[in-house]
């Protein structure tokens, strides 16, 4: 499955974006509109960890989203791990859809970390945080707060007014 | 006989990879306007962007010049189908006739009969076809569907990559990989048709980077529609089977995989049948017994190469009323992809591959001689010029030696235009040649009472050549944006030396006797023209319409007598054929999934003798599936709800209808 990787269509054309970007920026954005409690952290000059856990669909999308950028005095940097036990200290985890098959075992791995966990795959939320919904070619967002609040994540409710909200009980 | 279509696909279609995509990683980012302009928008404009979307499967579709299809495993559980015969009834310009509980007539672009012959078709790149009349045994081919990855179809030749055979078309079944099947899976289903079914996989972990998974799965299919006869086609079969994949850091992996089954098929009528020679009577049941072992290893070379080295070991056995069938094939394959330079992928590769066969036959069929050991190996080259970013250019060649016609050419060129990002415009000229079976060159069976003088006897002959096909084909493809996907293909196929039987000159054998020879030559020619469409609306997300549409002419010429009526091939697939799907999400985690089927008649077919055909139908299936609960989901299906029972295909004391049907399935930790 080497260099599934997927060439985009040619770059000179520019609109509509292609959904990995937007999906990148959405990354980015989600680690300005969520506060960590402090633990997360080792010191105050760790950075903020954005990761991909399995097949990476972004390429290098991700580290040109966040090169060069600090949010709240920190810097930014991407993580890649091929499985859930190497995820130490990651703030927003973007598991990749090659990893279906293993969402409880990756969710259930993570359940105490204050890991933002992010997906794309039809019932990633029943027990992931945000997942990406693309419907009628937009990438919308569907959050599962009650998660996040078990793990000690705010979720600003900037980000909370655009997205569907769903709860742990249902659905 | 070949490779993952993945990589075909890959090579055929995905050089832009190489330019753009295929290691970005490793390229400095150039600074991209785009994610600029992006990072200024806030939430809520950005959840207002329009995107192009990438879907894995029309991802894999790429800009590919050629006529392919991908059946995703969601579309196969979405369907009414338990079987993936009854899942290739979802690919447009595929035609699926069931001639009874379990004997299938598959056929891509015409000439179809439950010894399709002009068919490629691979199992995890190992080929399911028997080179005792190069068709599928389809009743052994089980799968768990939850398994299965993808189902990738590519109608029209493929010999240059897959190799002959693949002169109307490849199938490649992909399961997914043990890693894609962690943990524990049940499923079973009661139902009319298929009258039980279970099956349960466990996959687990081997150590940091190895995963493994079992399976086992027995089902049991009731008999078709066919009023009072001695004999029956219901059937049971059981199957277990086995996966580990292991993953290294650097990209290199290594799969072995293997199977096992067991099952008993029941058949209406007599595989091999002569007017006039008392055939086997009573039930008549096939008892199939089979294995298989596959190992492959896959390593990343450098960041532009990778090479593939697979091997297997399959055994078939059958045990049919008219013969006994014991096949042992062993295939040893190598194939390199590399860029050379910015513009140019190249794949190449060798295999070889040993085929023992022995068949028995039981009174009126035989092989002479009954055992044989067969040979063909086989390289193919082709290379993928990226002309100017929009125009691909691909060409390449297979040279194959096989023991039945010796060396055979089979090379093609393919071009692609990617008049916007998400459109492509293709087309290709290609040879295919379809091998002589051991049925042609060593069949030996007397056609009239064998006590009589003279004696009427069909004989295989060295000298029957392969078959032909020169075949011209365009397409446009508009892949990546949604709502729409729309997919058309064309082509023309001009075939030579298609199989004839021809009477010769009598000779006195060696006891005396006067024998008249009746021998398979290539005596017949034949052309068609074809259209095949797919469109995919996707209005909402939760709502998907699909249509397909496929039409089909075929004209055959018999230049010699035609004893066997081969020229009957060009009314033996349905003219027309319309589907429509449609798959809903509905609110309380239910689905509601249909689909519609309308096919025109199957005018004629050589062993009617007739000339009546069967007549078209249009037959609706229906889902309703309900996942709110835990890991588990409950389905209830109905199959051919339109009319209590159909014929499909064959003629009538050899087929069974298709009766109204209706199966529910609980399916637990998907």
């Known amino acids: 499955m080497m260099s599934m990787l997927v060439a985009g269509p040619a770059p000179a054309q520019r609109a509509p974006f292609d959904e990995r970007e937007v999906k990148a920026v959405f990354l980015f954005n989600f680690v300005q509109f969520v506060d960590w409690p402090s633990h997360a952290f080792s010191s105050a000059e760790s950075p903020i960890v954005i990761g991909v856990l399995g097949d990476d669909p972004f390429g290098a999308l991700l580290d040109e989203v966040v090169q060069g950028e600090t949010v709240r005095g920190r810097r930014l940097t991407v993580a890649r791990f091929r499985r859930v036990e190497d995820v130490k200290s990651c703030h927003v985890l973007f598991v990749s859809p090659s990893e279906s098959g293993m969402y409880e075992h990756i969710l259930t791995t993570l359940r105490a970390q204050p890991t933002l966990t992010v997906g794309e795959t039809p019932m990633f939320t029943r027990r992931g945080m945000i997942r990406f919904v693309t419907e009628q070619n937009r990438v919308r967002l569907e959050v599962n707060i009650d998660v996040a609040k078990s793990v000690g994540l705010t979720i600003s409710s900037n980000l909370l007014r655009s997205a569907r909200i769903v709860s742990a009980t249902r659905g | ?252 992996s290594v799969t072995i995989q293997g199977d096992l089954y067991h099952g008993t098929m029941g058949r209406l009528s007599p595989s091999v049948t002569i007017i006039g020679r008392p055939g086997p009577t009573g039930s008549l049941n096939v008892d199939v017994t089979g294995g298989n072992v596959l190992g492959r290893y896959r390593r990343k070379t450098s960041s532009t190469s990778d090479i593939e080295l697979r091997v297997y070991y399959d055994r078939t056995h059958r045990d049919d009323p008219s013969y006994l069938d014991d096949l042992h094939t062993v295939d040893a394959d190598f194939q390199q992809r590399a860029a050379i330079g910015a513009r140019q992928e190249l794949i190449w590769g060798v295999s070889a591959r040993l085929m023992a066969n022995h068949n028995q036959g039981k009174g009126i069929f035989a092989l002479q001689p009954p055992s044989s050991r067969d040979n063909l190996v086989s390289g ?155 469109g995919t609306v996707m209005a909402r997300e939760e709502w998907r319409v699909n249509a397909s549409y496929a039409y089909l002419d075929l004209t055959l010429d018999p230049r010699g007598q035609d004893v066997n009526r081969g020229r009957f091939f060009d009314g033996a697939t349905p003219r027309h054929q319309f589907g429509l799907r449609s798959f809903v999400d509905l609110p309380a985690s239910f689905q509601l999934d249909g689909q519609l089927r309308s096919l025109s008649a199957v005018r004629r077919l050589p062993p009617l003798v007739s000339g009546t055909g069967i007549d078209g139908y249009t037959e609706l299936d229906l889902r309703l599936a309900w996942r709110g609960w835990q890991q588990m989901e409950l389905s209830i299906v109905g199959q051919n709800l339109l009319h209590p029972h159909h014929p499909e295909f064959g003629p009538p004391e050899q087929r069974g209808e298709m009766e109204r049907g209706m199966y529910s399935k609980v399916a637990w930790g998907f």
């Open chain 2, 380 to 534: 193919f080259a082709q290379d993928q010029l990226t002309l100017r970013t929009s125009l691909r250019l691909t060409v390449g060649t297979k040279l194959e030696h096989n023991d039945f016609s010796g060396f055979e050419a089979q090379p093609s060129a393919r071009v692609a235009w990617d008049i916007s990002a998400p459109q492509t415009l293709w087309a290709a000229v290609s040879r295919a040649v379809r091998v002589p079976t051991r049925l042609e060159r060593d069949i030996a069976i007397d056609v009239t009472n064998p006590a009589a003088n003279p004696v009427g006897r069909l004989l295989g002959t060295d000298e029957f050549e392969a078959e032909q096909l020169l075949a011209y084909e365009i397409g446009y493809r508009r892949q990546v944006l949604r709502p729409v996907f729309i997919d058309v293909a064309a082509f023309h196929n001009r075939y030579d030396g298609l199989a004839s039987l021809e009477i010769e000159a009598p000779f006195v054998d060696p006891t005396g006797r006067t024998v008249i020879p009746i021998r398979n030559r290539n005596l017949t020619a034949g052309h068609s023209t074809g259209v095949e469409v797919l």
């Open chain 2, 1 to 252: 006989m070949r490779r993952a279509i993945l990589n075909g696909v890959r090579s055929i279609a995905v050089c832009a990879l190489v330019v753009y995509g295929s290691d970005s990683r490793a390229q400095s980012p150039a600074p991209h306007p785009s994610i600029s302009e992006l990072k200024k928008l806030s939430v809520d404009q950005l959840t207002d962007v329009e995107v192009t979307l990438v879907s894995r499967a029309e991802e894999r579709l790429g800009g590919a010049p050629a006529a392919i299809t991908v059946v995703t495993n969601e579309e196969i559980r979405r369907s009414a189908a338990t079987s993936v015969p009854e899942a290739l009834r979802l690919v447009p310009g595929i035609y699926v006739g069931r001639q009874t509980s379990n004997t299938w007539a598959i056929s891509s672009r015409g000439f179809s009969s439950i010894t399709s012959e002009k068919l490629l078709v691979l199992s995890d790149t190992r080929s399911i076809y028997t080179p005792l009349f190069s068709g599928v045994f389809w009743d052994v081919q089980d799968y768990l569907l939850q398994d299965v990855d993808r189902i990738e179809v590519i109608r029209g030749p493929g010999a240059t990559l897959w190799g002959s055979n693949a002169v109307n078309g490849v199938i490649n079944i992909t399961t997914k990989s043990a890693k894609e099947t962690q943990g524990l899976y049940s499923e079973a289903s009661a139902g009319t048709r298929d009258r039980a079914s279970a099956a349960v996989r466990y996959g687990g972990r081997v150590g940091d980077r190895g995963y493994y998974r079992v399976f086992g799965s027995v089902v049991d299919r009731d008999v078709s529609f066919i009023g009072p006869r001695p004999t029956a086609d219901d059937s049971r079969l059981g199957h277990v089977g086995a996966r580990t994949d292991w993953e290294s850091l650097d990209g290199s």
